[in-house]
């Protein structure tokens, strides 16, 4: 069974945000639209359909919803699904170093070919009732599907931040943090099978690797990003979202680097400029709280910690030399 999706509020926002030709009419003439469009106060989606440029903020991933939402207010007819990374985004899972250059749907009608048009990428490949859901009214694949697609036909950094993020919708517990192992299991044989009955397809050797791969344990792309470029570094596989107690505190570390007595945290900037991160806290009292966890981790466990940031992934090498600066290095 698929989870809840986390992006109905976003869908919701991304709907709300489209403005119709026909509304902007009864604001002004074409040219005043076109004059609007040229100043880069109105941005155009699709056919017929805009967001002005005050409400097309956000992330990437919600600029893509709107530009899902676009395609779809147009719909009369059609019931296929948006799939591939449409379906990701409407999901709630991360476009990690991809920018959508089309809105994806699956249709089919000539088996396997993929026709752009307007802005839209038209799979013609056959999807069952199964793997179809809606969300917040919009027609997509279903999770499990969502995954093996992107997984088959996105860049590996990409394909591997979705398939991690799924896994936390199907087997993380938020409230307890608590891994659901069962139910990664489950997941995980279910998308071998799936995988297995399209083995000579496209993308299939990648896509068996990331099922390998995946943890739902990753909270942010950034740890699912340190996770690869740990691997191909030659890390043995770290552990992930460690907890460390005692009778009075609790708290979680991203990467247990067991090999060599090292604990490792992915270090995002929303930790500390995102309202939606820190809560009620400034930046200057998540700074302060961090500090006193890091110094606890150290006293307690006697290992060194070290941080790094987006900046450090830009390759295997780069991170590599960071971890160097704290005398890690893998052992093998």
């Known amino acids: 069974m698929d989870a809840v999706p986390q992006s109905l509020d976003r869908v919701r926002a991304a709907r709300a945000a489209i403005v119709t030709r026909e509304r902007l009419e009864r604001e002004g003439s074409p040219a005043f639209i076109a004059a609007r469009q040229v100043d880069g106060e109105l941005i155009r989606l699709h056919s017929g359909r805009y967001v002005r440029a005050a409400d097309n903020d956000g992330f990437i991933e919600d600029r893509h919803l709107r530009a899902v939402a676009a395609v779809n207010s147009r719909r009369t007819t059609s019931s296929a699904p ?109 998308m071998a099978e799936r995988i297995t009955r399209a083995r000579g397809g496209r993308g299939i050797r990648q896509a068996r690797w990331i099922n390998t791969f995946a943890d739902g344990r990753a909270q942010l792309p950034g740890e699912s990003m340190s996770r690869l470029l740990l691997h191909d570094l030659g890390f043995a596989p770290p552990r992930l979202q460690v907890r460390l107690t005692d009778s009075s505190r609790t708290y979680f570390v991203d990467f247990g680097l067991d090999e060599v007595g090292a604990w490792g945290e992915f270090d995002g900037e929303g930790k500390y400029t995102d309202a939606r991160w820190r809560g009620e806290h400034t930046p200057w009292e998540v700074v302060r709280a961090e500090k006193e966890r890091e110094d606890w981790i150290r006293a307690t466990t006697h290992r060194p910690l070290v941080r790094w940031g987006m900046q450090h992934l830009a390759a295997p090498v780069t991170l590599g030399r960071r971890l160097a600066e704290f005398g890690i290095r893998p052992s093998r």
């Open 82 to 190: 948006f799939s591939h990374a449409s379906a990701a985004a409407l999901w709630g899972l991360p476009l990690f170093r991809y920018i959508p250059d089309a809105v994806h749907v699956s249709d089919a009608r000539h088996n396997g070919v993929v026709r752009r048009a307007r802005g839209v990428a038209r799979h013609e490949v056959s999807v069952p009732p199964e793997d179809i859901t809606v969300i917040a009214g919009v027609p997509c694949t279903s999770l499990a599907r969502t995954v093996f697609d992107v997984a088959r036909t996105l860049p590996l950094a990409s394909a591997l931040a979705i398939a991690d993020a799924a896994l936390h919708l199907v087997a993380w517990d938020p409230e307890d943090h608590v891994y659901d192992e069962v139910a990664a299991s489950e997941w995980t044989d279910a």
